[in-house]
């Protein structure tokens, strides 16, 4: 038997574009507000929260994340020795890794419990709706900046199907890649920061680059651009030629592409999952832990 973990980027956004320029680690945040162990009721009678916080490296934490459901059910009163309705408790929960720097939420997955994909909304939920309950954690140019942040978070896409399409290619015709604003770490920052600066010229959050070649686009920078949107959860598509008599087809990474997940053993402890997670994932951040 085994165990999934489903890999997502967990990162604060600016809600604003007039927020106090203060030189502030929004990986570190995240790991302080989480590492304070918040929750919330996201709905009537279902309080989901994190606990149990293992400090894996100075830069990567696991914890744990579920819910807390209370409702009427029948209980035995031993006073009484009768059958009455009293409130009872049940509590499911999952295994999580964060790391800080490549700002990486790992959440295994569980029959008992939501989607991964919803898990990590609610975690962006509960770092939204809660984090001023643990402001002390932080330190005030942390506080000021954080009443203009909001976490979110995207789903990492496997990008190994479509490199396979490029590296086989014939051709490489053109890359069309979508980008928004990066606030974490980037695996192609020569690509990303240029547009970025530009955005910030343009005033606007999100865009779309098109890369066109008279004859074959550079395969090593058509795999960076690949990587960094998987990396970032965002589309990219390719024309490509197959085989040197075949016409142009399309090939795609987007919202249908499987996320990228680890499998780790059943007996695995949290520190192997760890382990796992940091070797899956090194070959798309080109970065150590």
């Not at 894996?56 to 579920?66: C, E, L, V």
């Not at 069309?176 to 005033?203: G, I, M, Q, Y």
Request: with cysteine; hydrophobic share 40%; glycine share 4%.
């Amino acid at each position: 038997m085994s165990k999934t973990f489903v890999l997502f980027r967990l990162r604060l956004i600016l809600t604003t574009k007039t927020a106090p320029m203060f030189d502030v680690n929004r990986g570190l945040i995240l790991d302080k507000i989480l590492s304070a162990k918040p929750g919330v009721e996201v709905r009537k009678d279902h309080y989901w929260a994190i606990g149990n916080i293992i400090r894996i490296t100075p830069h990567t934490i696991a914890f744990k994340f579920g819910r807390k459901i209370s409702r009427e059910d029948p209980i035995y009163d031993e006073s009484s020795r009768d059958f009455i309705m009293g409130d009872v408790e049940n509590a499911e929960c999952v295994d999580a890794i964060y790391n800080q720097d490549l700002q990486l939420l790992a959440i295994q997955t569980s029959s008992g419990l939501p989607q991964p994909w919803t898990l990590a909304n609610y975690i962006a939920k509960i770092i939204n709706d809660s984090w001023i309950n643990f402001s002390q954690h932080l330190t005030a140019e942390e506080s000021a900046v954080m009443q203009f942040l909001q976490a979110e978070y995207k789903t990492i896409r496997d990008p190994r199907d479509f490199l396979h399409f490029i590296r086989e290619a014939y051709k490489v015709k053109r890359l069309t890649v979508h980008f928004s604003k990066s606030n974490a770490w980037s695996p192609a920052e020569d690509f990303r920061k240029p547009l970025e600066t530009h955005s910030d010229k343009l005033k606007a959050d999100s865009g779309t680059a098109i890369f066109a070649a008279r004859n074959d686009l550079d395969r090593e920078a058509v795999e960076a651009t690949a990587v960094d949107a998987s990396v970032a959860g965002h589309n990219v598509s390719a024309r490509i030629q197959e085989e040197e008599e075949t016409s142009l087809r399309t090939v795609k990474m987007g919202p249908k592409t499987d996320p990228f997940i680890v499998e780790i053993e059943d007996e695995d402890t949290i520190y192997d999952a760890h382990q796992k997670v940091s070797a899956a994932v090194k070959p798309l951040f080109k970065k150590e832990d």
